[in-house]
């Protein structure tokens, strides 16, 4: 069986409609609606226990659907597992790599399920522990590793199979800034050779670097999707102001222009210019207080926050 | 609809986790290969040459040594295939997670378990050759049928290996081996390796019999001997259908924990 050809044709490297994951009474995802295109890097944002492994499960096939449809590359993930998998490299959020194998074992071994000849797999492998910097380390065992490197042998073990769609969750979680923005540089590059890339993180400068688009979602459910920057002006403005330790205070808002937020003990103030919020900084000449651009953070803080009240 | 796990095996793939096992067997084949096969060679030959001297060997139509040989390497093997499919299988499962990355490849779960599976077995198998080996040197293997134990014993310790997996994958804690490994190491005593089970209660031997593994002792035994009749084509039916049934369970059971 091929992917239809309307699929084919189809700009979509995956296409979600009214998926939904259900685990007893609990609904991890909730009829989610979304559609990601070949070659963007595509962000999944979400407090812990949003849904957003769950999804990612669902697309490289290791958790089935209770309904609605997901496509990848055309292949539906509940009748053609295997060909989606083939076209798939995964990044786990937990470490996953052989402990019993060494450094390029693990890419070696990993190829064998992939059914990559064993000379291909070799090249291949020694290929990409040079695109990781891990050149080195081939015959390392894997424990003797660091954090960043493990990861980064993850990402290794991801492209063997030369995947069309990476899936990458949280990977930079608990990783070192260094490690953190070597691993970008890593993704920027693949980017840069056409590979659609689904992301899922809690660093929001992570994903206002990388993505090209995202949602932000929570209990399941898409609260807000588009372009980072799109999604600050829509959701928020251009300025923020934080003034802290404000406790059992009401935020003042002194132009209709101004919005607020009150996160624990901090007030949070948008508006488009500057000039609207230094009064109110000077308001509070007491408080810790700082003026600067918005960011996906006020969003999602916004957004999750307001859920979650909900 | 019924659905067979068993026609779910992509061969192939299977082979692919075999593999892996055996690479890291390899890597450590010191450690893996002899120490493992040194207590059940001298078992066997303490056993045979010790109790022997004490039982006339017209009691059992065979020499002590020959009787208690096939029982323990059959013991051997199978304990060999529980263990790798036991403590094993459970490492590689949840501390190793090498589960979840395999299974993020084209490895389908069901290949994946007969992949673990036949590991077991075959290890079971290995084992048997190489302490056969030691029992041809010192004249204990009387018929040339013989180099079919192994064969039997690869099949015999499927199915066990197919029990042990389906209670790994059903299990929470590794504790809980407490009580499954209780249980199959009891059952290797009334097994008929060490003693014919006609000495046994009558209620014993109906439960021994029902035991895949007695039948896999039994038919060892008639192969070592050269003595086989229509009773050890109908052990030998019993031990494939068992180790199918058992097969079959054990992949229901690891799609229900890994696939959900």
Known sequence: MTP????SASPYAIEGSRVVKKYGDLTAVDAMDFTVKRGEVFGLLGPNGAGKSTLMRMIYCRTPLTSGSLLVEGWDVGQDQKKIKALVGVVPQ?????PDLNVIENLIVYARYFRIPSQQAQTLAEDLLAFVNLGDKKHTGVEALSGGMKRRLIVARALMNGPKLLVLDEPTTGLD??????LWDRLRELRRRQITILLSTHYLE????????LIIMDQGKILASGKPKELIQRNVSNFALEIHEMDGQKPVVSHPEVTSETHGTTHYYFASSLELLTPLMNQYPHHQSLLRPANLEDVFLKLTGRSRLE | MWSCPLRQIDWFDALAVWRRNYDVNLRLWKAEVFPPLLEPTVSIL?????????????LLEMPYLTFVAAGILVVTGVVRAILECT??????MVYQSTYDAILSTPIGVESLGAGEILWGASKAAFDSLLIMLILLAFGVLHSPMSILIPLVILLGATGLASIAFAYTVSI??????????ALAFSSLWICGAYFPIDRLPLALQYLSWSLPITSVVSLSRGLMTGRLDSWSLLQAVWILIS????????LRRLAKRMYR
């Open chain 2, 87 to 92: 403590y094993g299988a459970y490492f590689r």
């Open chain 1, 177 to 182: 800034p260094h490690v953190r923005h070597d």
């Open chain 1, 4 to 7: 239809s050809a309307e699929v």
């Open chain 1, 94 to 98: 937990e470490n996953n790599l052989d």
């Open chain 1, 206 to 213: 992570e994903a206002e670097q990388l993505c090209d688009r």
């Open chain 2, 46 to 58: 303490a056993f045979g040459w010790g109790i022997g001297s004490l039982i006339a060997a017209e």
């Open chain 2, 172 to 181: 929470s804690s590794i504790y809980q081996y407490n009580y499954f490994i």
């Open chain 2, 243 to 250: 180790s199918l049934v058992f097969a079959d369970l054990a």
